[in-house]
């Protein structure tokens, strides 16, 4: 495998459902996001994780639960969502310090119903 | 002041085209102009990326346009073909540390035969 993967790639869960998303990245990075991507808007960053640490937190609900154990993984924990959160989610890697390229996974189609 | 507007929403080219892309920005402190390039079921790739310390730049068929002073770069698809229908979202991020890339809404872009 290689680049940024993700899964699982589609996911449907009820609102009262946990579950959990994950991102691997190959790419030797030290970065690590989460984007929630729904239609006609910006992609909006959700949480940043630099070298493990959580660096950014978007404002994101409690029900959002981010994981990075290492460099190289990164978890989303689902729980009690809303029909509003179904959306892509994207997970993205860079080498941090100065300007680098965001690679990106194929992101996590969840549909809450 | 962290926005990136972008427009159109949509554009329709015919084979052979031109597509062209706008976006705005109001931070003066952005210096990194990354385009991405999304295809369905894929995360954002980015495709082509400009300094503010240069007015264009060119990688094949892709153009940026930057103006400094009006806060306003571009994407220029030349002799635009099929394969290049996808959505495509222009960014701005600053550099040093991670990168919080602030993206644009996104266009789609369809090229007809």
């Known amino acids: 495998e290689t680049g940024v993967t993700q899964t699982p790639r589609h996911l449907v869960m009820g609102m009262t459902n946990k579950k959990s998303l994950k991102c691997e990245q190959h790419?030797?990075?030290?970065?690590m996001y989460w984007y929630k991507q729904s239609a006609k808007k910006p992609l909006e960053l959700m949480f940043v994780y630099n070298f493990k640490e959580q660096t950014e937190n978007n404002s994101v609900p409690s029900r959002f639960s981010p994981e990075c154990p290492n460099s190289s993984h990164l978890f989303l924990h689902l729980h009690t969502l809303q029909p509003e959160d179904s959306a892509l989610y994207l997970c993205?890697?860079?080498?941090?310090?100065?300007?680098?390229?965001?690679?990106f996974g194929p992101g996590t189609r969840l549909t809450v119903l | 002041q962290q926005q990136v507007k972008q427009s159109p929403q949509s554009l329709i080219v015919q084979k052979g085209g031109i597509s062209i892309i706008n976006c705005a920005y109001e931070n003066t402190a952005f210096d990194y102009f990354p385009w991405y390039q999304q295809f369905p079921g894929k995360g954002p790739a980015l495709l082509i990326a400009?300094?503010?310390?240069?007015s264009e730049k060119k990688e094949g068929r892709f153009t940026i346009s930057f103006n400094k002073s009006a806060k306003q770069f571009s994407l220029h698809i030349m002799d635009s073909q099929p394969g290049d229908s996808a959505t495509y979202f222009c960014?701005?991020?600053?550099?040093?540390?991670?990168?919080?890339?602030?993206f644009g809404t996104g266009t789609k872009l369809q090229v007809i035969p």
């Open positions: 993205a890697s860079s080498q941090a310090g100065g300007i680098d390229t965001q690679y």
């Open positions: 790419l030797g990075h030290n970065a």
């Open positions: 960014a701005a991020s600053k550099s040093g540390g991670y990168q919080k890339v602030t």
């Open positions: 400009i300094r503010p310390d240069v």
